[in-house]
């Protein structure tokens, strides 16, 4: 798989972050595992490169936006309505968060109900 390689470092680098309690630290590493597994799967699934394409100049963003990664792999791959809404509540308040570098603390209890739908993410894409 061409880009399963960025999706296990990004989970690693989570997992390690969330072992040390680094709480914002694994956020971040799940959020960009999300979005190199939905890239990953539609390079291995579909054959539709991303990275070729935002190298072309077509540049998507990852939940909403005129080329929306999620959508794209939504017209690929079945993704229940609750990982969805997840996804999409992530991008509109944590990557903007994070982004803004907003001051305040992420919770395990955040990160924890993150990671399992990233678990649940992953079997949906690739457990076949």
């Keep these: ?21 680094l709480w914002q630290s694994a956020l971040a590493a799940y959020i960009h595992a999300f979005e190199w597994a939905s890239i990953a799967y539609l ?4 054959g539709l490169d991303i990275i ?13 936006g005129r080329h929306s990664l999620l959508d794209e792999l939504t017209s690929h791959v079945e993704i229940d309505q609750k990982t969805l809404s ?23 209890k955040e990160v924890d109900a993150l990671r399992a739908r ?6 949906t894409l690739f457990d076949h």
């Design 1 to 21: 798989m061409k880009y399963g390689e960025e999706v296990v470092n990004h989970v690693r680098e989570g997992d390690k972050c969330y072992k040390n309690r």
């Design 43 to 46: 390079e291995e699934e579909a």
């Design 52 to 64: 070729e394409r935002e190298r072309d100049g077509v540049y998507y963003n990852f939940a909403g």
């Design 86 to 108: 997840k996804i999409q509540s992530m991008n509109r308040a944590e990557r903007r968060w994070m982004a803004h570098h907003k001051s305040g603390n992420t919770l395990q």
């Design 118 to 123: 990233l678990n649940q993410f992953l079997k």
